[in-house]
T-cell receptor
Framework: TQLLEQSPQFLSIQEGENLTVYCNSS?????LQWYRQEPGEGPVLLVT?????EVKKLKRLTFQFGDARKDSSLHITAAQPGDTGLYLC?????FGYGNKLVFGAGTILRVKS | NAGVTQTPKFRVLKTGQSMTLLCAQD?????MYWYRQDPGMGLRLIHY???????AKGEVPDGYNVSRLKKQNFLLGLESAAPSQTSVYFC??????????????????FGEGSRLTVL
C-alpha cells in the first residue's frame, strides 16, 4: 500500500480546462513537495509546503497543504499542453539516520491542444 | 552545470549477472539517495547516504548494495540481477540548507535515470 495516495492516476483534458490533483495520507508530514517529471528525465521540484493550511501559487499552479499536514492538492488553471507530464507528491519523514521523501504513485496529465 | 549524473543510462542484463550504477553530483550535497521507479508505484527508496562513508537501507533494499567512498559519488550495485529488478533507477541528492531539521529534506535534485532490463 502507498503511504501517499494520489488521485486521479491519469487525467486527459483539453487546453484551457482547470484541474485538481489530490495527494492524501493517514500520516502527518513535516513538509510536502510536488515534483513534475517529463519522459526520460528525473523529477524536478515545483514547490515545497511546510505549514498546515499553507497555499502557494506558481503562475497558474496553486498548491495547498492540508491543515492537519496529511494531504495536499495541486490545482492548475487554464491548462496548457506544456503542463503535460507526471506530477508526483512527496512527503518528508524522519527516517533512520536522516530524512527521506516518500512519493505517491503520481498523476499522469495530458493536455490536448 | 552537470548537477547529478548517472551512468550508464541504459543496460540489459541476464539473470544472475552483476553490475554497478554510478551517481555523481558536483553540488557538494551531503545527502544522496537511490530510488527505483516502476509503473503505478511511484519512486521507492532503495538505499541512502547522509554523508561520505555512511549508507543506510531504505524501503526496498533487498538485492542491492551501495557505497559512498567519496562525497560526490554514490554507487548502487546488483550482485545477482533478477527480472524483478527491471526498473528505472534514479539517483538524487540534496543539501540541507539552514542546518538539520528533523523530517525535512530540502529540494531533491535528480539524475536523468538509468533504465535497467534484466532478462
Amino acid at each position: 500500500t502507498q503511504l501517499l495516495e494520489q488521485s486521479p492516476q491519469f487525467l486527459s483534458i483539453q487546453e484551457g480546462e482547470n484541474l485538481t490533483v489530490y495527494c492524501n495520507s493517514s500520516s502527518v508530514f513535516s513538509s510536502l513537495q510536488w515534483y513534475r517529471q517529463e519522459p526520460g528525465e528525473g523529477p524536478v521540484l515545483l514547490v515545497t509546503v511546510v505549514t498546515g493550511g499553507e497555499v502557494k501559487k506558481l503562475k497558474r499552479l496553486t498548491f495547498q497543504f492540508g491543515d492537519a499536514r496529511k494531504d495536499s492538492s495541486l490545482h492548475i488553471t487554464a491548462a496548457q499542453p506544456g503542463d503535460t507530464g507526471l506530477y508526483l507528491c512527496a512527503g518528508a519523514l524522519a527516517f533512520g539516520y536522516g530524512n527521506k521523501l516518500v512519493f505517491g504513485a503520481g498523476t499522469i496529465l495530458r493536455v490536448k491542444s | 552545470n552537470a548537477g547529478v549524473t548517472q551512468t550508464p543510462k541504459f543496460r540489459v542484463l541476464k539473470t544472475g549477472q552483476s553490475m554497478t550504477l554510478l551517481c555523481a553530483q558536483d553540488m557538494n550535497h551531503e545527502y544522496m539517495y537511490w530510488y527505483r521507479q516502476d509503473p503505478g508505484m511511484g519512486l521507492r527508496l532503495i538505499h541512502y547516504s547522509v554523508g561520505e562513508g555512511t549508507t543506510a537501507k531504505g524501503e526496498v533494499p533487498d538485492g542491492y548494495n551501495v557505497s559512498r567512498l567519496k562525497k560526490q559519488n554514490f554507487l548502487l550495485g546488483l550482485e545477482s540481477a533478477a527480472p524483478s529488478q527491471t526498473s528505472v533507477y534514479f539517483c538524487a541528492s540534496t543539501l540541507l540548507t539552514g542546518g538539520f531539521r528533523k523530517g525535512f529534506t530540502g529540494e531533491l535534485f535528480f539524475g536523468e535515470g538509468s533504465r535497467l532490463t534484466v532478462l
